[in-house]
């Protein structure tokens, strides 16, 4: 069965700190990857997305992620973390169609 | 340009009672996809319409039914309402392609008593 594992549930981080957030998938073949961001009160919002091509992704607010086939992995990426990145972070992954399946979310947080 | 609208943005069912849920796509896209998230998950796929038929589908029961209308727009239904259908439905529009992105909107917060 297709799914999408993300390693860590809670994290808190300093601001300033770099953030590494793990996302794993089931297996290979055709796949597009996210990172989806939901601040609170908010709509899940894009941070970004692999289709093809360079494996390393930048997306918005200084975020980047890395596709590594072989691991069938897709990690996010901050050097340095704001105060304004907490929130509740997903990966999703689709294989086929439109459908998207998620991981179970990170939720972060960042001190002041 | 509007993005996806959802509505209502809040709903109370009682359980046994019938609910439908709406959503409106990002202008220029013809695919709705919903999904229920439940506290504490990622958003599971329910299912997805694309001209006005359903295309693919979740692990959800009959209960659960769609529709599409020709503007794109969609319903959720749910029937036979139970406590654990209370979660947060979420609407996701996009072009019926492989290498597009998904537009989410606000959500629909359902709490059956």
């Known amino acids: 069965a297709q799914s999408v594992s993300q390693h860590n549930h809670h994290v808190i981080l300093s601001e300033a700190a770099s953030l590494e957030l793990g996302c794993n998938y089931s297996y290979g073949g055709t796949v597009n990857l996210f990172w989806y961001v939901q601040y609170p009160g908010q709509h899940l919002q894009l941070l970004l997305k692999?289709?093809?091509?360079?494996?390393l992704v930048k997306g918005i607010k200084g975020f980047e992620a890395e596709f590594i086939k072989s691991k069938f992995s897709f990690n996010l990426r901050k050097p340095s973390v704001q105060w304004s990145d907490t929130a509740e972070y997903f990966c999703?992954?689709?294989?086929?169609?439109?459908?998207?399946?998620f991981g179970a979310g990170t939720i972060l947080r960042v001190k002041s | 340009d509007a993005g996806v609208t959802q509505s209502p943005t809040h709903l109370i069912k009682t359980r046994g009672q019938q609910v439908t849920l709406r959503c409106s796509p990002k202008s220029g896209h013809d695919t709705v996809s919903w999904y229920q998230q439940a506290l504490g998950q990622g958003p599971q796929f329910i299912f997805q319409y694309y001209e006005e038929e359903e295309r693919q589908r979740g692990n959800f029961p009959d209960r659960f039914s769609g529709h599409q209308f020709p503007n794109y727009s969609s319903e959720l239904n749910v029937n036979a309402l139970l406590l654990g259908d209370s979660a947060l439905y979420l609407c996701?529009?996009?072009?019926?392609?492989?290498?597009?992105?998904?537009?989410f909107g606000q959500g629909t917060r359902l709490t059956v008593v």
């Open positions: 692999y289709f093809s091509g360079d494996p």
């Open positions: 996701a529009s996009s072009l019926f392609s492989l290498n597009t992105e998904a537009f």
């Open positions: 999703a992954v689709k294989w086929d169609g439109n459908k998207l399946v």
